[in-house]
């Protein structure tokens, strides 16, 4: 589909967000409102035309779109559907923009998670699974990817639904039987019973364990090790956790359905039990705590008072730093010091640039290497598809920038994920990153130890926009 094309004259596509398999996802406005608000369009075509195979589609079609007009209605963690309609035999869905990041950007391999951290994750995402479930929905697609950190609060909020991409899969056989063609779901959070085509409330609580174990591993599913006498995976022996979480978990993946929590209820109910104190609400990490919890001490003392404001900031100091005290690329030391230049380029480019590195089979960087820009500045990290991406390290052009350097994950060139950036004066960020831009969680330390926390968006501080890391 084209950019800037208008879908029922209201809907103006403005750029691609996603392509795969199943369709396509498109950002766009709604030209009907004031304020012409992003939203979210979903392209999905049957790949077989046939008059049955589109009857059976365009069923599935209408059930799936009452099912995301139903759930929406039970939580703000599962987007709005605006819309939904049938165009020459294709299918288009306008859902609720959520403006975040998806946990691929949090989790990351060969970077394994803290047993507290863990059980947040765990309890965030089965406490919004469990109102889909309490409809009787399997979501069916569970995994990093589907799963979004919302910038405003921090939530999770689910996304892509598994079901409706079943319309992609729809053919007619040599009899003239609409099937499916295909098992829905992805490799490594699927259950056994799911790839046969007979998913469960509880295949959901497998993928969910899955991620689990990813974040206490530092695994990606595909590198898990299965016994092979009876399919269970093999995982207790690579991390460092109490036995009541590891019992939990290993109930989540059991290869047996039966054998599992059924509900997400069901395991959210057992994961409260292993710290009464995680079973209240999750989130508190990504917010900045209530102004409330200093004011409580209003009439107090003075001198008791004092001794209470100061261990609440050492408190707050502890809970906004605990997730970034090694961020993910950190654990790449040759990063923290850079490393000499070769004598001569491995290639030059006409705008001045020269590259020391490796390259793939189609002569496109790849691997890691080295940037030296005409201005002074440099990058040291990974390279794929002849851009940055992966852990690197941009050091700032000495004369002309007050920044010092920025060590973190990228994406197409840009930072994207988690990373720090420092200023030349010893002022810190370390957090999210999205298009270049502090954006979401992070924490803003100033050289003289003081420091402000909270979520970003843009570069700015969401509740102080006089703060910025920009």
């Known amino acids: 589909m084209l950019i800037d094309t208008i879908l029922r004259k209201r809907y103006k596509i403005v750029e691609q967000l996603a392509s795969g398999g199943f369709g396509d996802t498109y950002l766009a406005q709604d030209l009907d409102l004031p304020s012409k608000p992003k939203c979210v369009v979903k392209h999905l075509r049957p790949k077989n035309f046939k008059p049955e195979v589109l ?3 365009r069923r599935l079609f209408e ?12 939580s703000n963690q599962i987007p709005k559907l605006f819309a939904h309609f049938e165009e020459n035999g294709e299918f288009y869905l306008v859902q609720e923009f959520v403006d975040g990041h998806d946990l691929a950007a949090e989790i990351i391999p060969g ?37 979004m950190r919302r910038l405003e609060d921090g939530k999770i909020v689910l996304i892509d639904f598994g079901a409706v991409k079943e319309i992609k899969g729809l053919a007619a056989n040599s009899q003239g039987q609409v099937i499916s063609t295909i098992a829905i779901g992805s490799n490594g959070y699927m259950p056994n019973e799911q790839a046969s085509s007979r998913p469960k409330l509880c295949s959901d609580i497998y993928a969910v364990g899955v991620i689990a174990i990813q974040t206490l591993t530092g695994k990606l599913p595909k590198d898990f090790q299965e016994d092979p006498s009876n399919g269970e995976i093999i995982w207790r022996n690579e991390v460092n956790v109490s036995n009541k979480l590891a019992d939990v978990i290993t109930k989540m993946v059991r290869y047996n359905f039966s054998q599992r929590y059924q ?14 104190a995680l079973s209240k609400s999750t989130t508190s990490s990504w917010k900045l705590p209530s102004r409330r ?63 020391y590195g490796s390259f793939d089979q189609n002569n496109k960087l790849s691997g890691k290497g080295i940037l030296l820009f005409k201005d002074g500045s440099r990058y040291d990290g990974e390279f794929k598809n002849d851009k940055r991406n992966g852990c690197g390290r ?58 402000k926390s909270g979520v970003w968006e843009k570069g700015y501080l969401l509740k102080d926009k006089n703060i910025s890391c920009n």
Not at 65 to 74: D, N, P, T
């Open 55 to 57: 009857a059976i589609a």
């Open 293 to 355: 919890k200093v004011l409580v001490a209003t009439g107090v003392g003075a001198g008791i008072l004092v001794m209470l404001v100061s261990a609440f900031f050492i408190l707050l100091r502890t809970k906004t730093t605990e997730n970034f005290t090694q961020l993910p690329c950190d654990r790449d030391l040759s990063l923290l010091s850079l490393p000499p230049l070769p004598d001569q380029p491995d290639k030059k480019f006409e705008n001045g640039i020269n590259f």
């Open 394 to 451: 941009f050091s700032f052009p000495i004369q002309t920038s007050s920044h010092q350097y920025y060590i973190g994950q990228y994406v197409n060139d840009q930072r994207n994920g988690l990373g720090r950036l420092r200023w030349k004066n010893g002022d810190e960020y370390r957090g999210n990153f999205k298009n270049g831009k502090c954006n979401g969680y992070g924490v803003f330390q100033f050289v003289n130890g003081s420091f």
């Open 63 to 74: 059930s799936e779109a009452e099912v995301l007009y139903r759930l929406s209605k039970f």
């Open 263 to 276: 509900t997400a209820n069901e395991a959210l109910q057992a994961l409260s039990s292993i710290s009464p």
């Open 111 to 147: 970077y394994r998670w803290s047993e507290g951290k863990v059980v947040q994750l765990l309890q965030q995402i089965l406490e919004v699974l469990s109102v889909v479930h309490q409809q009787n929905i399997i979501h069916r697609d569970l995994k990093p990817q589907n799963l």
